[in-house]
Nanobody, 121 residues
Framework: QVQLVESGGGLVQPGGSLRLSCAAS????????MGWYRQAPGKPRESVAT???????NYADSVKGRFTISRDNAKNTVYLQMNSLKPEDTAVYYC???????????????WGQGTQVTVSS
């Protein structure tokens, strides 16, 4: 059993900052890619930022230069530092991790429960 628990969402004014955290726990042998996704009302879920186990990252064009993804492999945790937030960043943010529970076998994608981020004055 694997769980991803997110924290750090909330209400912030335009131009403000938030830091999201997502900790993976349970039967974990190794974690490959980790990432953050978001879904605004009436829109499909979209990728925000991803990071490999080696630390290589990718960002959606809409957040480049404002958001930073990082991870602590020892803690099985991924972070998303969000600066210069805009109203259009308002969404439920989900973390995802590709996890293998044994030394051999397939990596499976696990998702967190989501955390609400609202950017409004």
């Amino acid at each position: 059993q694997v769980q991803l628990v997110e924290s750090g969402g909330g209400l912030v004014q335009p131009g403000g900052s938030l830091r999201l955290s997502c900790a993976a726990s349970g039967s974990i042998f190794s974690i490959n890619s980790m990432g953050w996704y978001r879904q605004a009302p009436g829109k499909p879920r979209e990728s925000v930022a991803t990071i490999t186990s080696g630390g290589s990252s990718n960002y959606a064009d809409s957040v480049k230069g404002r958001f930073t993804i990082s991870r602590d492999n020892a803690k099985n945790t991924v972070y998303l530092q969000m600066n210069s937030l805009k109203p259009e960043d308002t969404a439920v943010y989900y973390c995802r991790a590709d996890i293998r529970s044994q030394s051999i076998g397939t990596f499976y994608a696990y998702w967190g429960q989501g955390t609400q981020v609202t950017v409004s004055s």
